[in-house]
């Protein structure tokens, strides 16, 4: 096995971060090694620059798809229906609570606040009125072409460490690593854990997300072009189409748990969680149980969202290339080892790119408790499922648009947030 080469901290210069222009939106990886060249991300504590400014909150309508466009109404109340007629129904309304650009991803941190990535490159800390300055600039370090840039942030649950997930300015995926203390990134500290060379600038997955057993699970498409190509996704020697499990802090750069499925399989390789995925955009754990749910966007025909139980050892095969969603691609031949998904929906509505979601384990909406809350970039409507070992036992559309949902975010009090790629951050509320 290959180790890719730890990218050493340097000094970095405390300095006031400058706004940039919004970036394009996108639709919605394994190691190469870090560059060499010196880099100058920004980092500004959040304590002493967090400067609150008032949100107006306005109606939006939105617009045709593939344009940025504002967030939806914001105080449209909606009701969930299910398959069960007997399910209690809930009455949310989504509330804007502030802008940003381009909004791409969030973490719940320290006392409590989100804090709201930038595709761009930048980091924001979420405040009673709004986003504050950014916190971490790496805007000089990335770029927006096709799917690029800042994609995925994370913390670890002791809020000691923050990662990011971005492409550099030669479109390798890359995860870095930064010490917080007192609630404060340590630019000093920053090291580059892991890097991904990607072949084509979309389907690079980018969601970073903390497992329920400590461990930094990992989110890489297929390494994209259109049908996977070089046939990644069932291909167990490359990280490409696979969400990867590594333990950050417990080698130099990483070290590989030695329960992962792959440790003793020649040819495979060691990072690896699962497989056959064709660009895992969004993943989360249900706070409530450890499931693992998983948005994988899909290539003409079929999204689909995929589970896996807490008590999984790993090694599932969501099909892809092979098959879309629970349909044969291409004439693929379904594999024996397929794990098909607990939920698909096909492209004959306005639907075309699942983001997906968190289940809610929040205590200001009773009867949302339970659910799984997911979006569509293109359609933007919320909706949600519920799960019982493995099976959905309820659907439900929440009705209330929330633009071009690029993400979700949930908070360390359980309640979720919804980004729009137009800008919109708003927090899911009863009605």
């Not at 690079?204 to 297929?222: E, H, M, Q, V, W």
């Not at 706070?287 to 994988?296: E, F, K, P, Q």
Request: aromatic share 8%; charged share 20%; with cysteine.
């Amino acid at each position: 096995m290959h180790w890719p080469r730890p990218m050493h901290s340097r000094p970095r210069t405390l300095i006031r971060s400058q706004w940039h222009t919004p970036p394009h939106p996108g639709c919605m990886l394994a190691r190469a090694p870090p560059p060499n060249s010196a880099r100058a991300a920004r980092v500004n504590s959040p304590t002493r620059r967090l400067q609150e400014a008032t949100v107006k909150v306005r109606t939006r309508s939105s617009a045709i798809i593939g344009a940025l466009f504002l967030a939806a109404s914001l105080t449209l109340t909606a009701t969930l229906t299910t398959a069960s007629a007997d399910e209690a129904q809930a009455q949310v309304v989504l509330t804007e609570v502030a802008r940003a650009q381009g909004p791409s991803a969030g973490a719940a941190g320290p006392d409590g606040k989100v804090w709201i990535a930038e595709r761009a490159g930048t980091v924001r800390v979420l405040g009673d009125y709004g986003l504050g300055e950014p916190v971490l600039d790496i805007s000089a370090e990335t770029t927006t072409d096709g799917e690029r840039g800042l994609l995925g942030v994370a913390f670890d649950p002791e809020f000691a460490h923050f990662y990011i997930s971005y492409t550099d300015l030669e479109g390798t995926s890359t995860i870095d690593e930064f010490a917080v203390q007192d609630g404060e990134l340590q630019p000093d500290s920053r090291r580059t854990v892991l890097t991904q060379e990607q072949p084509y600038p979309n389907h690079n997955g980018g969601d970073i997300k903390f497992g329920p057993d400590g461990y930094l699970y990992i989110a890489f498409g297929d390494g994209g072009s259109g049908g996977d190509p070089h046939g990644n996704g069932q291909n167990l020697d490359t990280l490409l189409g696979k969400i990867l499990r590594i333990d950050p802090t417990g080698g130099e750069p990483y070290a590989i748990p030695s329960d992962n499925p792959f440790v003793a399989e020649e040819g495979a390789k060691d990072e690896i969680w699962a497989y056959g995925l064709r660009n895992p955009w969004r993943f989360s754990f249900d706070a409530g149980t450890g499931d693992l749910l998983i948005g994988d966007v899909g290539q003409s025909e079929w999204e689909e969202i995929d589970w896996a139980p807490a008590s999984s050892k790993g090694g599932e095969n969501y099909g892809w290339s092979s098959m879309e969603g629970n349909h044969p691609f291409r004439g693929g031949t379904e594999p024996a080892n397929h794990v098909p998904p607990v939920h698909e929906y096909d492209r004959s509505g306005l639907g075309c790119s699942v983001t997906g979601g968190f289940v809610y384990r929040g205590e200001a909406i009773a009867d949302l408790a339970g659910s799984y809350v997911y979006s569509d970039y293109c359609d933007g409507t919320l909706r949600t499922l519920n799960i019982e070992n493995g099976e959905v036992t309820g659907e439900g559309d929440l009705g209330v648009q929330g633009g071009e949902v690029i993400s979700f975010v949930e908070a360390g009090d359980g309640e979720l947030y919804v980004l729009a790629i137009g800008g919109a951050v708003s927090r899911i509320d009863p009605a």
